[in-house]
């Protein structure tokens, strides 16, 4: 028995979803948005928001720390966690709260609550036993912590984003795992507020980074300030009384023993695909579950089934949930007409100190020929001197054979500012001649791109 009929329906009200939604929503009002949580998207209420204001207080009770070495003195900088933690959640639900209005903003009778599963290419089926029929389906489903089999035993000693988001004041230590994304920019902030934090990674990961020399480099600049290990060797973990016991080797090989309040699982996402049923769907699944699909049209096989966001495992940052989304809904929405939509190169940023970007083709997508790097260290920029924050590299990728620039790896002050010239660079298709030709000011930190630049061009001329 079919409960509902739809021309379109979206699964998850994130921030792709509400993309999708609109999107279809152009071709045809026959568009339901089935969202199994509560609205707010995870960017807004565990992600992107209350994980650059908790970085907001950081950033200013370090610059207050340091800038005696400017003959600036703010003697005994105070932190107050629990006045840090309110204005975070305070603001955060600000943020939240108007996402949440603008998505009830959507007629009542086109909004579903429950969690949806496949029963077949066409047919989803609600966690309360209603069936909706659509014609065709965007999974829109975000992605969740992957939370690994070690930290089981430690019980509510081990905590995820969402979970620090809801602190009422900073606890006195943090054991983070996982020197990714997530766990550099929260376990830098959370030592710049005075928690005592130790960093454990695998494999010697950093970031997104892919350059060896730009992550050589990160390596050393981070680990002057955190105690930073990007391939600890942890021996065991366990629970004593409210705490965790890390038992690791240092990086002189000595056996060490160090309590923390809370570990920090920061060892990456995974798509929420698996309970989904898609085994219901006829669609193939990649060894991560995940539906082979088109980047272009957001398509899954040649099913009227399309992914976007965090669910299809791609690029799991915003502007890409933003840019699928409204690919997907305006292909759902017009089907069977399915057009290529329009992508922007890679982008990604870090927002620690220094901060990261990388944009176009990483120093891993490089082919085996016919490319060349340029670089620049920040050590004798003259304004990142200036602003006391002269630490970083930058390693361009050109193409010699048509001086095209095809993208960067970049660990730098304001690098957020910087990678987003380089990504319209890229976006506009030009080549390293055309950048070099375009106005610097000074002192100012774009010269930076000037500098590598033309260490490219020279490369590629070699
Ligand atoms: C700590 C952190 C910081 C981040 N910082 C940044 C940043 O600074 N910049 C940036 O670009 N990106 C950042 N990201 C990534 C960004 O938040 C995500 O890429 C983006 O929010 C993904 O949007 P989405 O729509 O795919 O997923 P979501 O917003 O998670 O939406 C998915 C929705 O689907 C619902 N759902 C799941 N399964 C079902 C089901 N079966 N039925 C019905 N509903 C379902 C969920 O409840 C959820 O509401 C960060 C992420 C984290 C965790
Ligand atoms: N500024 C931003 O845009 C931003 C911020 C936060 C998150 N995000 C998004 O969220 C995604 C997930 O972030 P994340 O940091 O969880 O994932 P990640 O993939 O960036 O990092 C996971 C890290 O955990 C490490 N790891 C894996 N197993 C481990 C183990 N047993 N012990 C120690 N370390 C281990 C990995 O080597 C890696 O360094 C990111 O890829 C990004 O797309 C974006």
Known sequence: MTDLETDVAVIGAGSAGLRAYRAAAAHTNRVLLIEGGRYGTTCASVGCMPSKLLIAAADSAHTAQEAGDLGVYADSVKINGAKVMERLRTL??????GVVSNTEKIPAERRI???????????LKLDDGRRIRA????????????VLPMFEGLGDRVVVNDDLFEWSDLPESVAVFGPGVIGMELGQALHRLGVRVRIFGVGGFL?????????????GIFAEELDLDTDAQVDSLS??????????KDKNGDSVEERFEYLLAATGRRPNIDKLGLETTGLNLNKDGVPDFDRYTMQCGDKPIFIAGDANNEHPVMPDAFDE?????????RYPKVEPGRRHPPMSIVFTEPQMALVGMRYADLPDTDYAVGEFSFSAHPRAMV????????????RPSDGAFLGAEVLGPRAEHLGHLLAWAVDSGMSVGQMLDLPYYHPVLETSIRNALSDLQQKMQH
């Open 92 to 97: 955060r639900d600000r943020f939240v709260s």
């Open 113 to 123: 609550h429950g969690y949806a599963r496949f029963e077949d290419a066409q047919t």
């Open 135 to 146: 014609e065709r389906i965007v999974i829109a489903t975000g992605s969740r912590p992957n």
């Open 207 to 219: 970031g997104p980074l892919t350059d060896p020399s730009v992550k050589e480099a990160a390596e």
């Open 239 to 248: 629970r004593e009384g409210d705490q965790v016991l890390v038992r690791f």
């Open 325 to 333: 989304g409204e690919i997907a809904g305006n292909n759902a929405g």
């Open 387 to 398: 602003m006391r924050a002269n630490r970083g590299l930058m390693r361009f990728y050109g």
